[in-house]
Nanobody, 121 residues
Framework: VQLQASGGGSVQPGDSLRLSCVHSAVTSDYLSIGWFRQAPGKEREGVSCISRIDTFTYYRPSVKGRFTISKDNAKNTVYLQMDSLKPEDSAVYYC???????????????WGQGTLVTVSS
């Protein structure tokens, strides 16, 4: 299974970005897909997760209300709309399969190259 994230960039606080992740997983490969991030010197943390078969979602508390995860199963693509970005959102963002519906220590079975998000004034 291959995953490729894109859409990162350098923005100012309060700006928005939309990340996309195209993957090659088939339905038997996964029940959920989501995003995690890792900033320099910090541990990896799950950001958001969405179920493949319904609309159940999870957001880590620090992004809830600002980020929105969505999917297009026909296009094998998952999105992360990030609004009201803050400097603490700066990290490399990855998409991974499967993903936790909570703040758990988690081992993603599949993940791809990330995309860098930098939020700075």
């Amino acid at each position: 299974v291959q995953l490729q994230a894109s859409g990162g960039g350098s923005v100012q606080p309060g700006d928005s970005l939309r990340l996309s992740c195209v993957h090659s997983a088939v339905t038997s490969d996964y029940l959920s897909i989501g995003w995690f991030r890792q900033a320099p010197g910090k541990e990896r943390e799950g950001v958001s997760c969405i179920s493949r078969i319904d609309t159940f979602t999870y957001y880590r508390p620090s992004v809830k209300g600002r980020f929105t995860i969505s999917k297009d199963n026909a296009k094998n693509t998952v999105y992360l709309q990030m609004d009201s970005l803050k400097p603490e959102d700066s990290a490399v963002y990855y998409c991974g399969i499967p993903c936790p519906m909570g703040d758990y220590n988690w081992e993603y079975k599949y993940w791809g190259q990330g995309t860098l998000v930098t939020v700075s004034s």
